[in-house]
């Protein structure tokens, strides 16, 4: 049976114009209709804040929805009604977004059946809700630029990130060998005690890693993956250490700083150097065999409770402001990703 009818009330945060999020979000309310017979109705229940989001109510993200707009590319819903020509969803199902934009920061929505993704309830609503962005970031830099064997060695930096704390375990489960790039900080030996329980090999400090000799001991093989989210000096040092031949991934950039590269790295050790976006891989791949074999393998480990989400705080939608100020404003050092609980508003 239905359970949205005409006059069901729905909210949402929805932005008029580009600007600080905290200035142009509002929480609007509205009714909703009915599904008709190729759609879906959607109860949001956990929608994660990332960066890109901020980036893009700002207009700095290269993916700019129309405006008016309602900001979230991630989450976890319950399918509350269905069209009558609907066959591959039912009511009581749960579901991410299979498409960019959908925007997850409201309670309720319509959407065409084919722009949801089905999701076993066996994941936990956490890291379903976190499903779309982080994991498959990780799982794709570690498939697609480098023939990786077990006892290969991959060096990144920001390495306490999400996605940093993700390829640390996903390198777990395929054997290889991970070189932990991360700022300094008080909490230094704490940070360093996670990672190492999440089966990171090594983790360092930016001062460490210019000096380590962990290479040339032989301690473990030189890298020949090196994945970059803070840019400047780091990502620099971090490329000193590649094998010959080796490949740097970047896909972000947190000092703001441009990525230098000595002349000497380029002519003496041969490097590649390539970007990675995962908006655009995903574009290009929707229908493809290889990201449904993608989503397969990450929910069974995430099943198997191989992999664990990130560090986060669940936060009730109407606390949004909290989310949205911390979500960039974290210096590379919390690493905590917010989530809202859009059902407690």
Known sequence: MSTVCMTDTVKSLLYKEYGEPVNVLQITKETINKPDKYQVAVKWLLAPVNPADINTIQGKY????SLPAIPGNEGIGEIVDVGTEVTNLCIGDRVIPNASNLGTWRTHAIYKSEDLLKIPKEVGIVEASMMNVNPCTAYR???????????????????????????????????????????????????????????????????????????????????????????????????????????????????????????????????SLQGFWMTAWTKANMESKKRQDMYDELILFFKDKKLQAPPHKVVSFSQYQEAITNALNIGGKTGVKYILDMTKN
Request: glycine fraction near 6%.
């Open 62 to 65: 290269p993916s700019k929805p």
């Open 141 to 271: 830099m570690l498939k697609d630029f480098v023939c990786l064997k077990p006892g290969d060695t991959v060096i990144q930096n920001g390495a306490n990130s999400a996605v940093g704390q993700l390829i640390i375990q996903l390198c777990k489960i395929w054997n290889y060998r991970t070189v932990n790039v991360i700022r300094d900080r008080p909490n230094l030996q704490e940070l360093k005690n996670l990672l190492m329980c999440m089966g990171a090999d090594e983790v360092l400090t930016e001062n460490e890693i210019r000096t380590t000799q962990i290479f040339k001991n032989k301690k473990l093989p030189q890298p020949k993956l090196a994945l970059n989210c803070v840019c400047g000096q780091s990502a620099t040092e971090i490329m000193r250490h590649l094998a010959h031949g080796g490949t740097m991934v970047t896909y972000g950039g947190m000092s703001r700083e441009p990525v230098t590269v000595p002349a000497s790295i380029f002519i003496f050790k041969n490097i």
